[in-house]
């Protein structure tokens, strides 16, 4: 086999086709499961996160966590349907659990959270300190 004959047939092998296909197959860094997706937004001293949560029932199935400049997210996921089984599973469902680091610290005080059409929408300020930097003097090591 010529040598342009075998590097056709490994680009052919190796397309966006066979990635996309094993991608489902490969342990993410959470869990064996689909994940959800998000995006975050930042403007001034404001973060934007929104998750996709599609099928979330009840907003009580959702909890949101802050701590400083780490944000986590705990969800349920049902997507039964009364009379069918499920055949092939390509949506998550089950239980969701996701830490974010965030760019920058939060105030815990200021948070709002909404659920609108599939999409969990947490809005939250950057913590400023109260305090400027704060000096700290030198002493001559004898």
Do not use: C
């Amino acid at each position: 086999m010529p040598f342009s004959d075998w590097t056709k047939h490994w680009q052919q092998f190796f397309q966006n086709d066979f990635w996309g296909s094993i991608q489902p197959l490969l342990p993410s860094s959470n869990s064996n499961k689909p994940s959800s997706g998000m995006n975050i937004y930042k403007k001034d001293n404001e973060l934007l996160v929104v998750i996709s949560l599609p099928g979330l029932e009840k907003i009580e199935d959702a909890e949101v966590y802050v701590s400083y400049k780490t944000l986590e997210v705990k969800a349920t996921i049902n997507l039964n349907f009364k009379g069918f089984e499920l055949v092939e599973e390509g949506l998550f469902q089950g239980q969701f659990q996701k830490t974010i680091p965030l760019p920058f610290a939060v105030k815990e005080d200021r948070i709002e959270a909404t659920y609108h059409n599939g999409l969990l929408f947490i809005h939250l300020h950057r913590l400023i300190p109260d305090e400027p930097k704060k000096k700290i003097v030198i002493k001559k090591s004898e």
